[in-house]
């Protein structure tokens, strides 16, 4: 066990529609990262964020957001959903400061399923 | 953008035999290559990870050796047992991000 949650663990959702995914980060992480897993892309991040500042963006489509809350939580929210956004979405955390910042301990997923 | 390439893509050992997985990193800036393990229906685990100012590391059974110059590295199972098997991740990070290689499904057989 990571220490590091997430729900729901399956979602399965109709195309045109609008999901949030939820994630807790390991005690006293500062860094939260959202990576999307599928079949052909492979593990792809999407975006990081620090102490509630978004730090990096990968490849994340302008149809999804994700925002840090003062108590450290993330949300990742898909609008607009398409067949090709089914995929398994994975949060990890980091402790973001010098020295285990690059450790990253990721959660158990949530399997989006788009029909 | 960094690129980076795992092979094999399949690897399956018997039981005692040793497993080698190598990857190559494209962006020379990369510092930190972390290894990870799938299992079945699971997020990804940190097993190993290595920084780019160290050559060779090692955790019991596990080891990953880097080469900067060459751009590649690896990871090496020894001794491997059923509960070896399954997908392993490579990474090369910038800036705290990672790039994934597309992973190596182990089979050990009993």
């Known amino acids: 066990d990571s220490g590091v949650t997430q729900t729901p663990k399956h979602l399965i959702t109709a195309t045109g529609q609008r999901v949030t995914l939820r994630c807790s980060p390991r005690?006293?992480?500062?860094?939260v990262y959202w990576y999307q897993q599928s079949l052909d892309q492979g593990l792809q991040f999407l975006i990081q964020?620090?102490?509630?500042?978004?730090?990096a963006k990968g490849n994340i489509l302008e149809r999804f957001s994700a925002q840090q809350f003062p108590d450290l939580h993330s949300e990742l929210n898909l609008s607009s959903l398409e067949l090709g956004d089914s995929a398994l979405y994975f949060c990890?955390?980091?402790?973001?400061?010098?020295?285990?910042?690059?450790?990253?301990?990721f959660g158990p997923g949530t399997r989006l399923t788009v029909t | 953008g960094e690129n980076v390439e795992q092979h094999p893509s399949t690897l399956s050992v018997q039981e005692g035999d040793s497993a080698v997985i190598k990857c190559t990193y494209s962006?020379?800036?990369?510092?930190?290559f972390p290894w990870y393990k799938q299992e079945l229906g699971k997020g990804p685990q940190l097993i190993i990870d290595?920084?780019?100012?160290?050559g060779e590391k090692k955790d019991q059974r596990i080891a990953v050796t880097l080469n900067k110059t060459a751009k590649h590295f690896s990871l090496h199972i020894t001794e491997t047992q059923p509960e070896d098997s399954a997908v392993y991740f490579c990474?090369?990070?910038?800036?705290?991000?990672?790039?994934f290689g597309r992973g190596t499904s182990l089979i050990v057989h009993p």
């Open positions: 990890a955390s980091s402790a973001g400061v010098s020295g285990r910042a690059y450790e990253q301990y």
């Open positions: 005690s006293g992480d500062l860094s």
């Open positions: 964020y620090y102490n509630g500042e978004e730090r």
């Open positions: 962006d020379s800036a990369s510092n930190y």
């Open positions: 290595i920084r780019s100012n160290v």
């Open positions: 990474a090369a990070s910038l800036n705290y991000i990672p790039t």
